[in-house]
């Protein structure tokens, strides 16, 4: 079992899960090539993608679709309410309707996915699971629900967005409508959303093992101030990877307790695991 975070941000956002041959992509904001050359850090062929799943139809996450699916002659699964027509044509790829909250399996793969409240009509996103392990990814959503809630404590590893600072959004850059629409309900999650997210998930039972950080905003964001929120705000006891934007960041197995030597590669993604019992605890898959 593999799984990467290809990139993540506002620029471009794409998630790999492999198992055997058999891999499943949710969305592609990148080139062909540029996915390619990022699956290739990983020892992942391209050719093993077998089917995408689709979170919404912003830019960002759909711009690269189209091209791997008709190169790669793969299903493109999409929220029945989604009308996609003007974004992917029906006669040149093989779309697959969904619907929130069924359970699907594609080859080896399970997928249920659950409605994300973005200001994209149709947005959802998915909670995958393959060879024992669930993963689930959460972004892309101004607030969070009781369904994401249930889903991710029966998670082993989520993918959770931490977009913005409350305090630099408000001071940055941004015209007024931009601030108001990332702040709404149907905007994104700030880094203390998702703090007391997983803060509350961790009152009661839960299997999350590990939690990567995703879509940070390049300008209303960064790694650190989001490390010094956590450190202040966390009171969640699992370790935690935070993914600088666009930055690939390569999977890891949080359940086996054996040393990995070439962690030491891994250098930079690996300084951002905190709040892990010891380094032993983390090893590449
Ligand atoms: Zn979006
Ligand atoms: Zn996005």
Redesign the pocket.
Known sequence: MKYAVIGSG?KA?SYIFSHDKFSCLIDNGYSFVELQNRLSRINIDIGTIKFILLTHT?A??IHGVKTTARKLKIPVFVNKEIDISAYLPSDKIDLRFIEKEKTYRFGPFYFLPFETYHDATGSLSYSLKIADMTFTVI??TGKVSNTMFNIAKKSDILFLEANYNKNMLKTGPYPKMLKERIESPYGHLSNSDAIDFLNNLFKGESKLKLVYFC?LSEVNNNPEVLEEEIISNGTFNIPYIICPRDKFQEGFNPINLEINENLDNYKKPYNYITNARSRKDVLLF
């Open positions: 506002s956002n912003h960002d996450h972004t892309d879509h």
